[in-house]
């Protein structure tokens, strides 16, 4: 699978650039072929690491690279709002650090063929917001690094001259909106170095902040701090140089590490500190209560106004950070609670996020074309989609004779044009007035995007008239029957069936399959049951199940769900589907099943995404092509022909 991840780059020293350094890497192990992606920098391509990045990019630059077929998704590891355009196959790995999702994230929601969270609770507000299949990955740490070190413990205090100091850390970027609440943090700190002269206080982060002013060293030296805080080198983070060893080696020195956040997408450095048996001081909420479960969590008491994502989020008090400060430092359990923050966080280690994780969400992307939600929003459908009732498509599949008129228009000698044909079930009386015929198969499906098609078109139709006086003589009388109603009083409204109407308007195809066609057979998905009724014609034990209540008979058409069958394994000798799996939201789930129930033959037609049909129907889930097809029922069969239309004829593959 090429993959395109779209985020910070895999060398930088920040939380994002870590996930892709050591998501892509794995990734890469797995055999896919992936290349980095960043907004920023404009120095072409570099490779580092063995990981391909692209530098300067833009979404429309990566939409271009997947239409040239360069790579299959893109996946996102951005803020929504930072991203400007919708990419296209997009996975959109998502953060947000406000209290519930903001607006500037909330839009984009439904536009990713899968959303996945960083944390649980995140994964709890996207399902909440109506997003059921949203997925959940955490980011994590590397384990051979990020561990207890008592030598280096030591070496750090030294280094700093604060041998006999009780440190108080501090890990994070200083953004201009003070994120990380260091502005509060700070004046917390002089209240608490007024009670114990023997705290200090070190900022692994950058003076400068992201705007570029020095407004947090301001308030330092306003407050009287200047001796008591010191910074890490900011030169040796903007160069690069800042390791993964760098960083446990600042965590070790810390006997509490403070980060007073106003919400985090999920907080590397809680987790990192941890690690280190550092205990942890942090926001009781957004990611604080999932990370840092057994750590002195303080709860905010009041909210501040974010103005840019326009949302609530928590916002700590110097006094509840003094007092958290104060339990920390008096706490002769401190150790123990060091201790079992670095038990609670082994679960993020890298190589278990990607096994647990990873691993399964990948799986599913190769096969991906559905949308977060589990079933596809047929109202929305509904309201917009007219490729279904085109005016003049419905004799190309409607049985059903209708009446008509043949008139030709001005300039077209010869040349006979069913009136009626071009709009039914909608059709005018003598006055132009427009009617709906009850009878037409069409009638339940009118949309109102239709209604006001029929309408235009008939405006400009009785504008001619050959037409006019064609209806005058012809015009049904029983118009005024309960068989026809006028349009302006039909007020269709959505309802379940309209998804079996959407899904009836097109004929399926079924080579002849005779010859495989033996013993016991089950039809999954069998609809009005026509292709069961033709095998017990012709003398065979069929039947079929359907999840459509209106088709169920009892007899040659039962109740079931391709998903999960009720049978045993090996009840049939054959099973068999016709254009079925392509609607499925987990087709492997059904093709595992047709196998299991089958003692032999599985026989699967379906529409693959090449197929001009494919994109008529909006009811299409799953975008593979006939290859991944072949390559999905391989692992549960052995192929032994192909037919068209599109049709997988394979064996049950004995187990020894």
Same mark, same amino acid.
């Given at each position: 699978?090429?993959?395109?991840?779209?985020?910070?780059?895999?060398?930088?020293?920040?939380?994002?650039?870590?996930?892709?350094?050591?998501?892509?890497?794995?990734?890469?192990?797995?055999?896919?072929?992936?290349?980095?992606?960043?907004?920023?920098?404009?120095?072409?391509?570099?490779?580092?690491?063995?990981?391909?990045?692209?530098?300067?990019?833009?979404?429309?630059?990566?939409?271009? #690279?997947?239409?040239?077929?360069?790579?299959?998704?893109?996946?996102?590891? &951005?803020?929504?709002?930072?991203?400007?355009?919708?990419?296209?196959?997009?996975?959109?790995?998502?953060?947000?650090?406000?209290?519930?999702?903001?607006?500037?994230?909330?839009?984009?929601?439904?536009?990713?063929?899968?959303?996945?969270?960083?944390?649980?609770?995140?994964?709890?507000?996207?399902?909440?917001?109506?997003?059921?299949?949203?997925?959940?990955?955490?980011?994590?740490?590397?384990?051979?690094?990020?561990?207890?070190?008592?030598?280096?413990?030591?070496?750090?205090?030294?280094?700093?001259?604060?041998?006999?100091?009780?440190?108080?850390?501090?890990?994070?970027?200083?953004?201009?909106?003070?994120?990380?609440?260091?502005?509060?943090?700070?004046?917390?700190?002089?209240?608490?170095?007024?009670?114990?002269?023997?705290?200090?206080?070190?900022?692994?982060?950058?003076?400068?902040?992201?705007?570029?002013?020095?407004?947090?060293?301001?308030?330092?030296?306003?407050?009287?701090?200047?001796?008591?805080?010191?910074?890490?080198?900011?030169?040796?983070?903007? &160069?690069?140089? +800042?390791?993964?060893?760098?960083?446990?080696?600042?965590?070790?020195?810390?006997?509490?590490?403070?980060?007073?956040?106003?919400?985090?997408?999920?907080?590397?450095?809680?987790?990192?500190?941890?690690?280190?048996?550092?205990?942890?001081?942090?926001?009781?909420?957004?990611?604080?209560?999932?990370?840092?479960?057994?750590?002195?969590?303080?709860?905010?008491?009041?909210?501040?106004?974010?103005?840019? /994502?326009?949302?609530?989020?928590?916002?700590?008090?110097?006094?509840?950070?003094?007092?958290?400060?104060?339990?920390?430092?008096?706490?002769?359990?401190?150790?123990?609670?060091?201790?079992?923050?670095?038990?609670?966080?082994?679960?993020?280690?890298?190589?278990?996020?990607?096994?647990?994780?990873?691993?399964?969400? &990948?799986?599913?992307?190769?096969?991906?074309?559905?949308?977060?939600?589990?079933?596809?929003?047929?109202?929305?459908?509904?309201?917009?989609?007219?490729?279904?009732?085109?005016?003049?498509?419905?004799?190309?599949?409607?049985?059903?004779?209708?009446?008509?008129?043949? +008139?030709?228009?001005?300039?077209?000698?010869?040349?006979?044009? /069913?009136?009626?044909?071009?709009?039914?079930?909608?059709?005018?009386?003598?006055?132009?007035? &427009?009617?709906?015929?009850?009878?037409?198969?069409?009638?339940?499906?009118?949309?109102?995007?239709?209604?006001?098609?029929?309408?235009?078109?008939?405006?400009?139709?009785?504008?001619?008239?050959?037409?006019?006086?064609?209806?005058?003589?012809?015009?049904?009388?029983? #118009?005024?029957?309960?068989?026809?109603?006028?349009?302006?009083?039909?007020?269709?409204?959505?309802?379940?069936?309209?998804?079996?109407?959407?899904?009836?308007?097109?004929?399926?195809?079924?080579?002849?399959?005779?010859?495989?066609?033996?013993?016991?057979?089950?039809?999954?998905?069998?609809?009005?049951?026509?292709?069961?009724?033709?095998?017990?014609?012709?003398?065979?034990?069929?039947?079929?199940?359907?999840?459509?209540?209106?088709? +169920?008979?009892?007899?040659?058409?039962?109740?079931?769900?391709? #998903?999960?069958? +009720?049978?045993?394994?090996?009840?049939?000798?054959?099973?068999?589907?016709?254009?079925?799996?392509?609607?499925?939201?987990?087709?492997?789930?059904?093709?595992?099943?047709?196998?299991?129930?089958?003692?032999?033959?599985?026989?699967?037609?379906?529409?693959?995404?090449?197929?001009?049909?494919?994109?008529?129907?909006?009811?299409?889930?799953?975008?593979?092509?006939?290859?991944?097809?072949?390559?999905?029922?391989?692992?549960?069969?052995?192929?032994?022909?192909?037919?068209?239309?599109?049709?997988?004829?394979?064996?049950?593959?004995?187990?020894?």
């Amino acid at each position: 699978m090429k993959l395109l991840w779209y985020s910070v780059a895999p060398w930088a020293p920040t939380g994002y650039g870590v996930v892709t350094k050591e998501i892509v890497h794995r990734m890469q192990k797995e055999g896919h072929e992936v290349t980095v992606a960043t907004k920023h920098f404009h120095c072409g391509e570099v490779e580092w690491e063995g990981i391909k990045t692209i530098t300067g990019m833009d979404v429309g630059i990566l939409n271009r #690279m997947v239409d040239r077929g360069e790579a299959d998704y893109i996946i996102t590891l &951005l803020d929504n709002h930072a991203i400007a355009g919708i990419p296209k196959n997009w996975i959109s790995y998502t953060p947000f650090d406000t209290n519930k999702i903001p607006s500037s994230i909330k839009r984009d929601l439904a536009k990713p063929l899968m959303l996945i969270a960083l944390t649980e609770w995140g994964q709890e507000q996207m399902i909440e917001l109506g997003y059921p299949g949203a997925r959940y990955a955490p980011h994590g740490f590397n384990p051979e690094v990020f561990c207890p070190n008592d030598a280096k413990r030591q070496e750090g205090k030294k280094a700093l001259g604060w041998e006999d100091k009780f440190i108080i850390g501090a890990v994070g970027v200083n953004y201009g909106d003070d994120r990380k609440n260091f502005v509060n943090l700070f004046r917390a700190f002089k209240r608490f170095h007024d009670r114990h002269p023997e705290a200090r206080l070190y900022m692994s982060s950058n003076t400068t902040d992201t705007d570029g002013t020095d407004y947090l060293p301001r308030a330092m030296e306003d407050l009287g701090l200047k001796d008591l805080v010191k910074w890490s080198d900011p030169d040796q983070y903007l &160069l690069g140089r +800042v390791s993964e060893g760098m960083m446990a080696n600042r965590y070790r020195m810390m006997d509490v590490m403070c980060l007073p956040t106003k919400g985090e997408g999920f907080g590397i450095p809680l987790i990192e500190a941890q690690a280190c048996g550092v205990p942890v001081i942090t926001t009781g909420a957004s990611t604080g209560p999932e990370l840092c479960p057994s750590q002195y969590l303080v709860y905010p008491n009041d909210d501040e106004w974010e103005w840019f /994502n326009k949302e609530w989020r928590p916002c700590l008090s110097p006094t509840s950070i003094d007092n958290a400060l104060e339990k920390a430092y008096n706490d002769k359990q401190r150790a123990l609670v060091g201790d079992h923050g670095r038990k609670d966080v082994q679960r993020y280690q890298w190589d278990t996020v990607f096994d647990t994780y990873w691993k399964p969400i &990948l799986k599913e992307i190769e096969g991906l074309k559905v949308k977060v939600q589990r079933y596809p929003d047929y109202k929305k459908l509904y309201e917009s989609f007219t490729g279904r009732i085109a005016m003049g498509d419905c004799k190309k599949w409607c049985k059903d004779g209708c009446p008509g008129v043949s +008139v030709s228009l001005p300039g077209e000698s010869n040349i006979e044009r /069913n009136i009626i044909f071009r709009s039914y079930p909608v059709a005018p009386v003598s006055d132009s007035t &427009l009617y709906v015929h009850k009878k037409c198969p069409m009638y339940n499906w009118i949309s109102q995007r239709f209604k006001k098609e029929v309408t235009e078109a008939w405006e400009y139709l009785w504008g001619f008239p050959v037409i006019r006086d064609a209806f005058k003589e012809s015009a049904p009388d029983g #118009m005024t029957t309960p068989e026809w109603i006028p349009l302006d009083c039909l007020d269709q409204e959505f309802d379940e069936g309209y998804k079996w109407a959407m899904q009836s308007h097109y004929r399926t195809s079924f080579p002849d399959c005779q010859d495989y066609l033996k013993g016991s057979i089950l039809e999954v998905g069998c609809g009005t049951g026509v292709r069961v009724r033709q095998l017990r014609k012709m003398g065979k034990d069929a039947v079929g199940i359907e999840t459509n209540h209106v088709h +169920v008979n009892n007899d040659s058409v039962l109740p079931g769900n391709a #998903m999960c069958l +009720v049978y045993k394994d090996n009840s049939f000798n054959t099973v068999f589907s016709v254009d079925v799996l392509e609607h499925l939201s987990e087709p492997l789930r059904a093709i595992s099943e047709a196998f299991r129930v089958s003692s032999d033959i599985v026989i699967l037609s379906v529409t693959p995404v090449e197929d001009p049909c494919f994109m008529e129907d909006p009811t299409h889930c799953v975008e593979w092509d006939r290859e991944r097809w072949k390559r999905e029922v391989a692992e549960f069969g052995d192929i032994l022909d192909i037919r068209e239309p599109f049709t997988i004829i394979a064996r049950k593959r004995k187990v020894e």
